[in-house]
């Protein structure tokens, strides 16, 4: 179905998706984490860009590589989100897993 190239694209488009996510997070817990906040806002912008200029190359030579990425994209969230409906899941907190589980933090965070 696809060449190299187009399978190359998809797993670089999933890889950079996966650090956005990563670097959103981290934006998140900046404050815990000490990070200087411009940095990890950079490295935002940056690998955002960077998928941008991805995505843009894809559509001029290769929309089916362009449309498979976004349709896998959509459909794994759909997925995620009624998996996490079905079995009433939800994202806890570091504190409430901690709690949940009976575990004693020692000081730290």
């Given at each position: 179905m696809f060449n190299i190239d187009g399978i190359a694209?998809?797993?670089?488009?999933?890889?950079?998706?996966v650090y956005i996510f990563a670097i959103i997070s981290h934006l998140r817990l900046?404050?815990?984490?000490?990070?200087?906040?411009?940095?990890?806002a950079l490295s935002l912008v940056v690998v955002l860009a960077?998928?941008?200029?991805l995505m843009y190359y894809?559509?001029?030579?290769?929309?089916r590589v362009f449309y498979?990425?976004?349709?896998?994209?959509?459909?794994?969230?759909?997925?995620?989100f009624m998996y996490r409906r079905v079995r009433k899941r939800s994202l806890l907190t570091r504190s409430?897993?901690?709690?949940k589980y009976g575990v004693r933090r020692k000081g730290g965070m």
């Amino acid at each position: 179905m696809f060449n190299i190239d187009g399978i190359a694209a998809i797993c670089s488009a999933t890889f950079l998706l996966v650090y956005i996510f990563a670097i959103i997070s981290h934006l998140r817990l900046v404050d815990k984490t000490g990070a200087r906040k411009s940095l990890v806002a950079l490295s935002l912008v940056v690998v955002l860009a960077i998928f941008s200029l991805l995505m843009y190359y894809q559509w001029q030579v290769d929309r089916r590589v362009f449309y498979t990425i976004w349709i896998t994209v959509i459909t794994f969230a759909a997925i995620e989100f009624m998996y996490r409906r079905v079995r009433k899941r939800s994202l806890l907190t570091r504190s409430q897993t901690l709690n949940k589980y009976g575990v004693r933090r020692k000081g730290g965070m």
